[in-house]
């Protein structure tokens, strides 16, 4: 375990990169002031009142294709910049999913998994942002990553799990290939953490040709199905067309567990 898990950013850009390869997440980089924070913890609150209060995970995913603020959150220049150190800079906007955690929910955890297996590409061309637009604390269910020089190659073992405690206002950049899971909320206080799927253009053409949206730089259309930023929209409307795009990203997801698994080496029994 390197010394620097955990450690401050500070803006030192020059260090994301090497620390994400080494350790396979780097973490705590501050994004958002505390004005900021407030104002998108504000439209994610009401987008899950939009959704019936208590929205499952699986529920309030791709945002950033049918609400403007949700656009602008995923293409924070500090975020973009870090994202950038790690994966060049013409990046593409994947996929965004909210991780709300109610007070003393001891009913919502994440188990222990990778995302490898359900993004369906080449791990090098992606990372996940995980922007803390509350604190994530272990009381309160913070990611936790087993971590280290060997994080691509290691089997999962949770006594050697790291929390990723991060203030509102900061995120993580966590490698598809690093093993991480969380736990129950069991404080008084609410978790709200929303990730950003990042993709590199190498990472193209995707199997199951989910909509892509240009993060920044370049994106070629000839390998990607490329829509634009969204517009301005009623509530109602956002609503009911993110119900659809979640419902789309889910099966392209399990779509891929299935084929990582059809074509993953047989043990011998």
Request: proline share 7%.
């Amino acid at each position: 375990m390197r010394k620097q898990i955990g450690h401050r950013m500070n803006g030192m850009l020059a260090d994301i990169r090497r620390i994400y390869t080494t350790d396979g997440i780097v973490f705590p980089i501050t994004v958002f002031s505390g004005e900021e924070c407030r104002h998108y913890r504000g439209c994610c609150d009401e987008l899950e009142v939009r959704l019936g209060g208590r929205p499952r995970t699986v529920e309030v995913r791709q945002m950033h294709l049918h609400f403007p603020w949700a656009y602008r959150l995923a293409t924070q220049p500090r975020i973009l910049a870090a994202v950038s150190n790690i994966l060049g800079p013409d990046l593409l906007i994947g996929a965004t999913e909210l991780f709300a955690k109610e007070p003393q929910d001891a009913a919502v955890s994440i188990g222990w998994h990778r995302d490898q297996p359900y993004l369906g590409i080449d791990p090098r061309w992606c990372a996940t942002a995980w922007v803390a637009l509350a604190d994530s604390t272990i009381e309160n269910g913070c990611l936790q990553v087993v971590a280290g020089d060997d994080h691509r190659t290691c089997e999962l073992d949770p006594q050697r799990a790291v929390p990723v405690e991060l203030r509102a206002g900061e995120m993580s950049l966590h490698h598809a290939e690093i093993w991480h899971g969380s736990g129950p909320n069991r404080s008084l206080r609410k978790r709200v953490g929303f990730a950003i799927r990042y993709l590199a253009p190498q990472a193209g053409p995707l199997p199951t040709s989910p909509p892509v949206v240009s993060a920044c730089g370049k994106a070629p259309r000839d390998l990607f199905r490329l829509v634009d930023p969204p517009a301005d929209t009623s509530w109602e409307r956002g609503v009911a067309a993110l119900k659809e795009s979640a419902r789309q990203h889910l099966d392209a997801l399990l779509a891929n567990v299935r084929r990582a698994e059809a074509t993953a080496p047989r043990r011998a029994s």
